[in-house]
Protein backbone atom coordinates (compact mmCIF):
# COMPACT_ATOMS: atom_id res chain seq x y z
CA UNK A 1 0.00 0.00 0.00
CA UNK A 2 1.47 3.31 -0.92
CA UNK A 3 1.87 5.98 1.97
CA UNK A 4 2.93 9.23 1.88
CA UNK A 5 4.24 11.64 4.96
CA UNK A 6 4.62 15.53 4.39
CA UNK A 7 7.12 17.30 6.52
CA UNK A 8 8.28 21.21 6.19
CA UNK A 9 5.14 23.16 7.71
CA UNK A 10 5.03 25.68 9.82
CA UNK A 11 4.64 29.41 10.98
CA UNK A 12 6.27 31.88 8.61
CA UNK A 13 6.16 35.59 7.64
CA UNK A 14 4.61 37.03 4.29
CA UNK A 15 7.23 37.24 1.80
CA UNK A 16 9.56 34.42 3.49
CA UNK A 17 9.93 31.12 2.06
CA UNK A 18 9.33 27.18 3.23
CA UNK A 19 10.30 24.05 1.74
CA UNK A 20 7.93 21.05 1.96
CA UNK A 21 8.62 17.41 1.39
CA UNK A 22 6.81 14.54 0.57
CA UNK A 23 8.38 10.78 1.21
CA UNK A 24 6.43 8.28 -0.75
CA UNK A 25 6.81 4.11 0.31
CA UNK A 26 5.26 1.05 -0.56
CA UNK A 27 4.80 0.98 -4.52
CA UNK A 28 7.35 2.25 -7.82
CA UNK A 29 7.57 6.25 -7.17
CA UNK A 30 8.16 6.52 -10.48
CA UNK A 31 4.99 4.94 -11.42
CA UNK A 32 3.10 7.74 -10.22
CA UNK A 33 2.57 11.62 -10.83
CA UNK A 34 2.64 13.58 -7.91
CA UNK A 35 0.20 16.76 -6.89
CA UNK A 36 0.17 19.29 -3.87
CA UNK A 37 -2.94 20.66 -2.76
CA UNK A 38 -3.69 22.51 0.17
CA UNK A 39 -7.34 22.88 2.10
CA UNK A 40 -7.44 26.53 4.21
CA UNK A 41 -10.28 26.76 6.50
CA UNK A 42 -14.26 26.24 5.99
CA UNK A 43 -12.97 25.68 2.22
CA UNK A 44 -13.05 23.22 -0.42
CA UNK A 45 -9.47 21.33 -1.26
CA UNK A 46 -7.43 22.33 -3.95
CA UNK A 47 -5.27 21.80 -6.49
CA UNK A 48 -1.44 23.82 -5.50
CA UNK A 49 1.04 21.77 -7.96
CA UNK A 50 1.05 18.94 -10.02
CA UNK A 51 4.14 17.39 -11.53
CA UNK A 52 4.42 13.76 -14.01
CA UNK A 53 6.73 10.57 -13.33
CA UNK A 54 9.82 11.98 -14.81
CA UNK A 55 9.70 15.70 -13.45
CA UNK A 56 9.35 16.69 -16.95
CA UNK A 57 5.97 17.88 -16.82
CA UNK A 58 4.52 20.46 -14.14
CA UNK A 59 1.36 22.11 -13.48
CA UNK A 60 0.64 25.00 -11.12
CA UNK A 61 -2.81 26.74 -10.05
CA UNK A 62 -2.41 30.75 -11.37
CA UNK A 63 -2.53 31.84 -7.28
CA UNK A 64 0.86 30.11 -7.27
CA UNK A 65 2.66 30.79 -10.93
CA UNK A 66 6.18 32.45 -9.99
CA UNK A 67 6.22 31.83 -6.24
CA UNK A 68 5.76 27.58 -6.06
CA UNK A 69 7.85 25.30 -7.39
CA UNK A 70 7.47 21.34 -7.72
CA UNK A 71 10.11 18.47 -8.20
CA UNK A 72 10.90 15.40 -7.57
CA UNK A 73 13.86 12.77 -6.92
CA UNK A 74 12.76 9.68 -8.05
CA UNK A 75 16.05 8.03 -6.45
CA UNK A 76 14.83 9.34 -3.29
CA UNK A 77 10.54 8.32 -3.75
CA UNK A 78 10.31 12.17 -2.37
CA UNK A 79 8.61 15.24 -4.27
CA UNK A 80 9.04 18.83 -3.17
CA UNK A 81 7.14 21.84 -3.11
CA UNK A 82 9.16 25.02 -2.66
CA UNK A 83 7.17 27.99 -1.23
CA UNK A 84 8.76 31.38 -2.28
CA UNK A 85 7.33 34.88 -1.43
CA UNK A 86 4.29 33.68 -0.14
CA UNK A 87 1.00 35.26 1.17
CA UNK A 88 -1.33 34.65 3.92
CA UNK A 89 -3.66 33.25 1.97
CA UNK A 90 -1.51 30.60 1.07
CA UNK A 91 -2.48 29.99 4.97
CA UNK A 92 -3.44 25.95 4.73
CA UNK A 93 -3.33 22.62 5.63
CA UNK A 94 -0.57 21.26 2.55
CA UNK A 95 -1.31 17.56 1.26
CA UNK A 96 0.55 15.42 -1.14
CA UNK A 97 -1.22 13.11 -3.28
CA UNK A 98 0.18 10.15 -5.63
CA UNK A 99 -2.07 9.14 -9.22
CA UNK A 100 -1.11 6.08 -10.73
CA UNK A 101 -1.33 6.67 -14.39
CA UNK A 102 0.78 5.76 -17.38
CA UNK A 103 3.84 7.74 -18.68
CA UNK A 104 2.13 8.75 -21.67
CA UNK A 105 -0.82 10.03 -19.63
CA UNK A 106 -1.38 13.91 -19.45
CA UNK A 107 -1.28 15.17 -15.92
CA UNK A 108 -4.81 15.67 -14.99
CA UNK A 109 -5.95 18.18 -12.75
CA UNK A 110 -8.27 17.12 -10.54
CA UNK A 111 -8.40 15.74 -7.04
CA UNK A 112 -10.62 13.22 -7.32
CA UNK A 113 -7.89 11.30 -10.17
CA UNK A 114 -5.60 11.36 -7.04
CA UNK A 115 -5.46 8.14 -5.09
CA UNK A 116 -3.30 8.25 -1.96
CA UNK A 117 -3.19 10.82 0.25
CA UNK A 118 -1.07 11.89 3.12
CA UNK A 119 -2.14 13.18 6.53
CA UNK A 120 -0.98 16.68 5.81
CA UNK A 121 1.27 19.49 6.88
CA UNK A 122 0.37 23.11 7.98
CA UNK A 123 1.25 26.20 6.61
CA UNK A 124 0.79 29.55 8.19
CA UNK A 125 1.41 32.32 7.19
CA UNK A 126 1.33 35.41 9.09
CA UNK A 127 1.08 39.26 7.60
Known amino acids: QVQLVESGGGLVQAGTSLSLSCTFSGRTFSSYAMGWFRQAPGKDRDIVALINWSGGKTYYVDSVKGRFTISRDNAKNTVYLQMNSLKPEDTAVYYC????????????????????WGQGTQVTVSS
Open 97 to 116: AADLIPPSVPLKPRLQDYDY
